[in-house]
C-alpha cells in the first residue's frame, strides 16, 4: 500500500498483538449509506493520546487489544500512550513506558506491549507525533474490519507491516497531559455506566421495566463480545412486546435484547440497523467505559436524564480541551 505524500516510515510490525487497527475519531457521516462508524472504541482515550503526542484529539492512533503489538523503531520517534496498561517496554533496556505519558523511543529500539491480566480495561492507545498515515477512505482513517476497508487495508496489523506517521503540526511533541482525572489516564470500568430511555420504547418492544432491569443488574461480559459490541451475561430481561421485525437505526452505544432477554451494547463496529428492541443508549460521555469492558469484567448501568447527559459531555469536552 503506498503512503501518503508528506510521511515517513517509523515503525515496522514484528509481532502483530491480538487486534491491533490504526483507528481514528471514525468515518462520520455516511451511516445513511449502511457504513459503519468504526473509529477508537475509547475516544477519550485516544484523544488523551493525541495530546500527550502532540496531535489533534482524533488523529489515526493504533488501538491495542489485550496483548499489544511488538514494534521496531525505524527512526528517534516520539510516541504516547493511554488506555489500559498492557505493560509496554522499550526493549533491549526494560525501560517502562506507563501510560498517561509520551515517550521518546530511539531508532532501533523496540516497543513490546505484552498484556496484563490485573489492568484496567482492555484496550490501549497509542498515538505518534504526526498521527499514523494512511489514507482517507470516506473521510477517514479508521479501519472498517466489517467493510474490509480504511487502515491498513481494512484489516489488523501484520507481522512485516510498516507504519508512517505524517508531519507534526504546530503543537510540539509530547505536549501536556489533559486536565487531570485519574479517569483520563486509565480506564475506570467499574463506574458506573449512565443511559438514556430508548427512544419511543413502545415502537421497538421495550419498556421502562426493561430498563428498570438492565439497571437493577451487574452485569458479566462475555468472551463473545468484540468491536461490535459486548454480550452482557445476567437475569434475561423480557421486553414488553415482540419485536414487529423491523430494523431501526441504531449508534454506537445503544443497547438492544436478543430473544432469550441478553442485552447487547454496541460499539464502534456495529451496524447502522437493527432489528432487536432496544432498551436504552449509553451517553456519549461514557462510551469509553463500555468500550474498555473487559471479558471477564463487570457492567453496571444507572438511568440518567438528557440534560445531565449534555452536561457530562461538555464536561467532559472542557477536560480534553476540545
Given at each position: ?85 498492557l ?24 516497543l ?20 499514523f ?10 479501519t ?84 461490535r ?6 437475569p ?87
Amino acid at each position: 500500500m503506498s503512503q501518503p505524500m508528506d510521511s515517513r516510515e517509523v515503525f515496522e510490525v514484528l509481532a502483530p498483538g491480538l487486534l491491533t487497527t490504526i483507528q481514528d475519531a471514525g468515518r462520520i457521516g455516511h451511516r445513511d449509506e449502511g457504513v459503519p462508524l468504526s473509529g477508537a472504541c475509547d475516544p477519550v482515550s485516544m484523544a488523551v493520546a493525541n495530546r500527550l503526542a502532540g496531535n489533534p484529539p482524533g488523529a489515526p492512533v493504533l488501538e491495542c487489544t489485550l496483548l499489544g503489538p511488538e514494534i521496531l523503531a525505524l527512526t528517534d520517534v516520539t510516541i504516547a500512550l493511554a488506555g489500559a496498561d498492557l505493560g509496554a517496554t522499550a526493549q533491549p533496556s526494560g525501560r517502562r513506558l506507563g501510560p498517561g505519558q509520551a515517550h521518546h523511543l530511539a531508532a532501533g529500539e523496540r516497543l513490546s506491549m505484552p498484556g496484563s491480566g490485573e489492568s484496567r480495561g482492555c484496550r490501549a492507545y497509542l498515538a505518534v507525533a504526526g498521527g499514523f498515515a494512511v489514507p482517507l477512505v470516506l473521510g477517514s482513517r479508521s479501519t472498517s474490519l466489517v467493510g474490509g476497508f480504511g487502515g491498513l487495508d481494512g484489516r489488523a496489523l501484520r507481522t512485516g507491516d510498516r507504519l508512517a506517521a505524517g508531519p507534526t503540526g504546530p503543537a510540539a511533541p509530547g505536549g501536556d497531559a489533559p486536565a487531570s482525572g485519574t479517569r483520563l489516564l486509565l480506564p475506570h470500568p467499574d463506574a458506573p455506566v449512565r443511559v438514556l430511555p430508548a427512544p419511543a420504547l413502545s415502537g421497538v418492544g421495550a419498556s421502562a421495566a426493561a430498563l428498570a432491569a438492565l439497571c437493577d443488574a451487574t452485569w458479566g461480559v462475555s468472551p463473545v463480545s468484540d468491536r461490535r459490541g459486548l454480550r452482557l451475561v445476567g437475569p434475561p430481561i423480557a421486553p414488553a412486546a415482540p419485536s414487529d421485525g423491523g430494523s431501526n437505526g441504531v449508534i454506537p452505544g445503544t443497547i438492544q435484547l436478543t430473544p432469550d432477554g441478553t442485552p447487547l451494547v454496541l460499539l464502534a463496529d456495529a451496524g447502522t440497523t437493527g432489528g432487536y428492541p432496544v432498551i436504552a443508549v449509553v451517553i456519549s460521555a461514557d462510551l469509553d467505559i463500555v468500550g474498555q469492558a473487559r471479558p471477564g469484567g463487570t457492567l453496571r448501568f444507572q438511568p440518567i436524564d438528557l440534560p445531565s447527559a449534555r452536561r457530562a459531555l461538555a464536561e467532559l469536552r472542557q477536560t480534553l480541551a476540545f
